[in-house]
T-cell receptor, first 116, second 111 residues
């Protein structure tokens, strides 16, 4: 398997523009997580899904952020409108079905977002 | 929610020496404690984890210890090698899913 795939790897946009980040989880994984990493706040969980259903979105910073998972192999994180403080690296991670205490989250390579 | 503190923020060791990173957590309900390694330009990768019913776990040169009473856990890397240079994150969670990460430790192994 190719691992978790994220696109684009780098995104530069101007303040006010809409940004869409994409993620393809590992096949067979039923948990999907979106994280944001910054120097100031570290690695923060934004939202996670189980079987395509959002379970906890308490980490989503504000209404400008939204995430969807229309099917088991695709998820998006959208920021509209974007602001300079949204600049960060966004990671998607996936995890296999729970069983036997197996918990590993497999991270993608991340999308580096710069909002000018 | 869970709050995880991690120390030190940077650690420089001579190749072959040991490295120790310490974390404390606040939620006594936390029962799963993974450690992730992040190399430059990549996503974090799990290197070892421990559950609350175990006090210590070892995997080759890496070991993790857990003290539930004191609410702290540590990562030990022995016989460090240049490829151990990376950022290490501890994390804790009470429900297996919602990880709270420490701020990270940048480890540099000097040749």
């Amino acid at each position: 398997d190719a691992g978790v795939i994220q696109s684009p790897r780098h995104e530069v946009t101007e303040m006010g523009q809409e940004v869409t980040l994409r993620c393809k989880p590992i096949s067979g994984h039923d948990y999907l997580f979106w994280y944001r990493q910054t120097m100031m706040r570290g690695l923060e969980l934004l939202i996670y899904f189980n079987n395509n259903v959002p379970i906890d979105d308490s980490g989503m910073p504000e209404d400008r952020f939204s995430a969807k998972m229309p099917n088991a192999s695709f998820s998006t994180l959208k920021i509209q409108p974007s602001e300079p403080r949204d600049s960060a690296v966004y990671f998607c991670a996936s995890s296999p079905p729970r069983g036997g205490g197996y918990n590993e989250q497999f991270f993608g390579p991340g999308t580096r977002l710069t909002v000018l | 929610g869970e709050n995880v503190e991690q120390h030190p923020s940077t650690l420089s060791v001579q190749e072959g020496d040991s490295a120790v990173i310490k974390c404390t957590y606040s939620d006594s309900a936390s029962n799963y404690f993974p450690w992730y390694k992040q190399e430059l330009g990549k996503g974090p990768q799990l290197i070892i984890d421990i559950r609350s019913n175990v006090g210590e776990k070892k995997d080759q040169r890496i070991a993790v210890t857990l003290n539930k009473t004191a609410k702290h856990f540590s990562l030990h890397i022995t016989e460090t090698q240049p490829e151990d240079s990376a950022v290490y994150f501890c994390a804790a969670t009470p429900n297996d899913y919602k990880l709270s990460f420490g701020a990270g430790t940048t480890v540099t192994v000097r040749a």
